[in-house]
């Protein structure tokens, strides 16, 4: 039997699990609110997802609710809920810094269906990364069902507590911008030694995906990997000689733990705003 999925919240990443999601129909009856017209048009003529700007137009169908909201918007949201649940559909929050007891909290329960999901925007075209979390009160088929919505659009991981959530904002959810930031700089570097723009935008982007496939096709350490591209005396044992005076690890470890600290401020942060 089909079940009813509901999205509050269209922005990234609902565009992004959805376009997974959407290839599922025979699973999966798909519902939005967002109150941009513009994005309701796109997720209904492109997706083919029922949308509207008032959630409370189809909360009643469904069985699952995902937040798709920025966490700011959670305290306001979880007290219109409330009276809205009497179903108990599961509920998935894909928002940082918003923890379960925060939504228990919100929507004034002692118990209830929650899983927190962490999913990161390469979702979009299916090569997504989400660390999941689910409370006792999940059930078995719950997180099936959980798993199949975000298994469309990439690789899923459950956690062993909640509080590993942070560390994967550090390490997955937040990592494809440090990603692209390095990227951007090795293209910049590759024009100001006389390549062409375009030759060396597509080479740092293939090296990088190149570099990603292999790395999950070997059976060998990240670290044994890149001692198996250092000839002694070459190029890349100088390359990696430099990234190591120049402390590089170092800045990798202080803006993945700022991620990591910042998911936690802001959990404080929401669970405050939220009675």
């Known amino acids: 039997m089909k079940k009813a999925v509901g999205f509050i919240g269209g922005g990234n990443m609902a565009k992004a699990i959805l376009s997974g999601l959407s290839q599922q129909k025979e699973h999966f009856d798909l519902y939005l609110c967002d109150r941009n017209e513009e994005k309701r048009t796109y997720f209904q003529q492109s997706l083919g997802v029922t949308t509207s700007a008032d959630y409370r137009d189809f909360i009643a169908k469904l069985d699952i609710i995902i937040l798709a909201i ?3 918007g959670f305290p306001e949201l979880l007290t219109e809920l409330k009276p809205l649940l009497e179903k108990k559909p599961l509920i998935i929050s894909v928002a940082a810094g918003v923890s379960i007891e925060a939504i228990l909290r919100g929507i004034d329960a ?7 999901v962490m999913p990161n925007t390469p979702s979009t075209i299916g090569l997504g990364a989400s660390a999941l979390y689910a409370n006792e009160s999940v059930s078995e088929t719950e997180r099936h069902e959980a798993d199949q919505i975000f298994s469309s659009c990439g690789i899923t991981t459950w956690l062993e507590s909640e509080a590993l959530i942070s560390a994967a ?37 293939q090296a990088v995906l190149g570099s990603a496939r292999y790395s999950q096709l070997s059976d060998l350490s990240c670290d044994q990997l890149k001692r ?12 990696i000689f ?6 590089f690890e ?3 470890k202080a803006a993945m733990t700022a991620a990591f600290d910042r998911d936690k401020e802001l959990s404080e942060l929401i669970s405050e705003q939220i009675n």
Not at 177 to 203: F, H, N, Q, T
């Open 70 to 72: 920025k966490p700011q």
């Open 110 to 116: 002692t118990e209830y269906p929650i899983i927190r």
């Open 169 to 205: 904002v550090a390490v997955s959810g937040s990592s494809p911008a440090y990603i692209y930031y390095l990227m951007d700089i090795m293209s910049r570097v590759g024009e100001e030694m006389g390549l062409s723009p375009e030759s060396s935008k597509v080479l740092t982007q």
């Open 228 to 239: 198996n591209v250092m000839s002694p005396q070459g190029t890349t044992e100088q390359a």
């Open 242 to 247: 430099s990234l190591e005076r120049n402390h």
């Open 250 to 252: 170092k800045i990798i």
